[in-house]
């Protein structure tokens, strides 16, 4: 039970690092005067480049623990 709990704090926090990268990185590519639209644009992408890996992540978990191949033969 306590790697379970570990191995989804790792997932939750690697998904805020990963936000706040994305967000730096975006927000620094954009050309100057920064308006409040250019922050919508970047926290919008931060956050489907955050969901797209985490969908990701999951299905491979779930996946790997051979739960997504029983219907299989």
């Not at 997932?11 to 954009?30: D, E, H, M, N, Q």
């Amino acid at each position: 039970m306590k790697g379970n709990r570990l191995r989804w704090l790792l997932i939750g926090g690697g998904s805020l690092l990963l936000f706040a990268a994305a967000v730096t990185v975006l927000v620094r590519l954009l050309p100057r005067p920064l308006t409040p639209a250019d922050y919508f644009v970047a926290g919008s992408a931060a956050t489907l480049l955050v969901l797209l890996v985490l969908f990701l992540t999951l299905l491979g978990m779930w996946l790997a623990s051979g739960r997504g191949r029983r219907g299989r033969r």
